[in-house]
Structure formats: C-alpha cells, structure tokens
C-alpha cells in the first residue's frame, strides 16, 4: 500500500524548496542598486554565511545540474580567483562594519579545483575583509579525483572543518555512465589527506536513479560508504533534465530506472545508513547519532536553505561568485550566471546582481510552514500565522489525509515518516506560486 501510494505522487514535478519562493519567481527588477542597500542595511551585531561559488570541474559528470563548465586549462580558473578577490572587497565595502562570519561554504564546481596558493589567498582575503568568527565552519566541497597533498596544506591553513564529497556511487558500470571514474580507494585516499589535515568533518552524497543502477548496487555503495565513517550523507534522485542541461544527452535514457525502481534503491539505501547508525534528517539527509545536525533537529533548531539542511542560523548568506544566491533579511538575490558578464561588472566595481526577489510578510509565513515540513515533517500554520499577524494560509490537504501521508494534531500537520519521500508534495500545497509557474522542477522520487 505504502509503495502504491508513493509512486501515486512519484512523477510529479515540484520544487526542492531550498528557499520559498523558489528561483524561477527571482525577477530582474530587483538589481544591483537594491542589494547594495540591503548590504548597508545588515546588522553588525548579527553573524552572517557566505557562499562562494566555483563554476569549473575538471571533466563534466554527465549527471550534474550544477553551474559550471569542465576545463582542463587552469588558467581560466586562476583567472577567476582573481575576479572573485575582487568581488569580496566590492561586497565588503558595502557594508557598514566589518561583519562576523559564523559559516562560510564553498560550492561548485569543483572549488578543489582552485589552485591551493588560490585558495588560500580568498581565505586569507574573507579574514582581512570579514571577521570570521573562532568557532565558525568552514565547509568544502571536494572532488576526491583532483584532490592532493598541496590542498589539503590549503585547508589546514585556510582552517576548513567540513569537507563534502561527492561519492555518488561505487559502482564500477554506473561510474562509466556518467562519465565520474572514482575507485573507492581513491575515495579511501581523499578521505585520510582530510583527517590527517584535521578535518574532522565528512559528509558524503549519493544518488540514486542513476543509469545501470540497482537496489543491488545501491547497497553495496552504502555500505562502502559507511565502511569509510563520515559524519553525515546527502541522498538525492538523478533529475535528468536534458533540455536544460544538455550534456545529459550523453546518458541513455533506456539505462534510467523508472519510478517504481528509484523509490526501491532510494529505500534500500536510506535502510542500509539507518541500519549502520545514521539518523533521517527532514527530506534526503542523515547523520550519525550524536552529530550536531541530529541534535538540532533533536532541539528543533534544524534549518534548510540553499546548501541543504544545516545548523546555521544567521539571517543572511552572502553570495559571492557567478550564479551565486545570497539569502537576506529583505529577500535574495542572485549574481548573473554568466561568468563573462560577472567578471565585467566585479571589474567596474560593481555588484554582479542579476535578479533576486523581495520577501513579503505572507512570503516568509508561507516559508516557514515549508521549511517547518521539510525539516521535521510537521508544522502548525495556525500558530506560525498568529505570530505573525497573519491569516492562515489555505492549503488543501484532503488528498493526503485520505491517503494516510498526512495527519492532524489540532492546527499541526504530521507527515507520515514512512511517506517522508512525498514531503516535498505535501509543501507544495502550502506554495500558491506553484500553478502559475512555468518552470520544471524534478521529479518528487
């Protein structure tokens, strides 16, 4: 019943909600002008994140739906360091004091890809231009296939204490249909440079829905996976997207599993990190017992934003970097994803903006019902709307209360845990931009 269920709600296609709105509502009338005062506006007395992000890989994984291009040139990349050196001081000159920094997380791409004189140099320019808290996270997103011992010096020097890596399988054929040749002794390689560096936090991503994968070889990664004991995993479904990403043609389609097969390995993986300790965290992630995301989901304190779920709580990322996506106290803002015409503005001195969004009081009451769901599966909309002043907003649940994925406690919403795969589904009843959106989302398993 449970399997028929899910699969009833499988293909369709809603948001990750990693924000409320979602990108695609981000509209070019919102420019450089307004962040540059949301910047001013910031309290110097609250930590703030930032993101900074690398869009260059060395080969393109076939299945990726990030921004980024594969080079095999350096030069280009080192080019970029030298853009995004600037832009540090362009966006730190727009802010009234120096501010604090409890969390900075570097994406991609690749940023390992980043010569390491590199990035220590961007590391030491956030600490001229930011005050970087003692305690803060300094999170990497490592490709164990370019990683070495030059980087990992970089980030003992650069004090990094997360990296995430991006394992996906360890499947031998699936690896070459996706174009990401990764033995697992070379992730057992990337995984001790990073301890002996003192980086004593590891998260691991996997996917499922991959072509010529099985709930065999699914399995088989998983435990493989835990056998290497990283703090926390992020599990997510391959969204094949060709006409948006056109080197995704390269993966046969009639290699893909369908819907009934994904929500089969996405379950056996998610028993196979259970059984080995690992705790569910809202949606797609898990962490060991004992792990600071476990205790603030635990606290109530788990959080959810562009980076996925997380323990940071500061009211503002900064976004640095091509596409980069800053999360402000007035609403988001996104730099352009051209890195041509990024590099021009940096250069003039000016901030990259190419469109962002400006959060409404019902918008963030609608956000916080989303983020509430996706991160405990459960909400009260009643209460959270009294907070703020507001009337509570219509949803229609019917469907799912009838079907035994919801349930409700007085004014709460309680997702089933054993429906956890269709969360995002029932958030989306709770998003009124979503009918009018053109925009294609994933598939929900």
Not at 84 to 91: A, H, M, N, S, Y
Not at 231 to 254: L, T
Not at 258 to 284: C, N, S
Request: glycine share 6%; aromatic share 8%; hydrophobic share 40%.
């Amino acid at each position: 019943m449970r399997t028929e269920t899910i699969l009833k709600y499988a293909n369709e296609r809603v948001p990750r909600y990693t924000s409320y709105p979602t990108a695609p509502h981000f509209s070019p009338d919102l420019d450089a002008r307004d962040y540059g005062q949301w910047l001013a506006g910031l309290d110097p007395n609250a930590p703030v994140s930032l993101y900074l992000h690398v869009p260059f890989c060395r080969t393109m994984c076939w299945y990726c739906g990030c921004h980024t291009k594969a080079t095999r040139r350096i030069a280009p990349v080192d080019a970029y360091a030298d853009i995004l050196l600037k832009e540090i001081d362009t966006v730190a000159n727009h802010t009234a004091a120096r501010l604090k920094v409890s969390h900075i997380h570097w994406g991609g791409g690749s940023p390992t890809y980043l010569p390491p004189r590199r990035f220590e140099a961007l590391m030491d320019r956030i600490r001229h231009r930011f005050d970087v808290l003692p305690d803060a996270e300094i999170a990497v997103e490592v490709d164990p296939r370019i990683f070495d011992d030059a980087m990992a010096s970089a980030f003992v020097a650069s004090g990094v204490t997360r990296a995430s890596l991006g394992v996906q399988t360890f499947d031998d054929s699936v690896q070459r249909a996706v174009n990401r040749i990764q033995p697992r002794e070379l992730v057992e390689e990337c995984v001790d440079m990073l301890r002996d560096a003192g980086v004593t936090g590891l998260n691991f991503d996997l996917l499922y829905g991959l072509p010529l994968q099985t709930v065999e070889n699914c399995i088989a990664s998983a435990r493989m996976a835990l056998a290497l004991r990283p703090d926390r995993f992020s599990v997510f479904g391959y969204a094949h997207v060709p006409h948006m990403k056109p080197h995704q043609s390269m993966i046969a389609e009639n290699d893909l599993p369908g819907a009934a097969q994904r929500l089969a390995q996405a379950d056996a993986i998610a028993g196979t990190l259970a059984a080995g300790g690992q705790v569910p965290i809202g949606l797609d992630h898990f962490a060991r017992a004992g792990d600071e995301l476990a205790r603030a989901l635990e606290a109530g304190a788990l959080r959810r934003n562009f980076q996925g779920y997380t323990t940071d709580t500061a009211p503002a990322i900064i976004g640095l970097g091509a596409s980069a996506i800053g999360w402000l106290p007035r609403g988001y803002v996104q730099n352009t994803a051209h890195t041509h015409d990024w590099e021009r503005r940096v250069l003039n001195g000016e901030l990259p903006t190419a469109r962002g969004y400006r959060l409404t009081p019902e918008d963030r009451l609608r956000r916080s019902i989303i983020e509430q769901l996706m991160c405990t599966l459960s909400a009260d909309p009643a209460a959270l709307a009294a907070a703020a002043g507001l009337a509570v907003p219509q949803a229609d649940l019917s469907a799912f209360q009838a079907a035994g994925i919801v349930a409700r406690e007085g004014s709460r919403v309680i997702v089933d845990p054993a429906y956890r795969p269709l969360v995002r589904n029932v958030a989306a009843a709770y998003d009124e931009r979503l009918q009018t959106s053109s925009a294609r989302h994933a598939v929900a398993v």
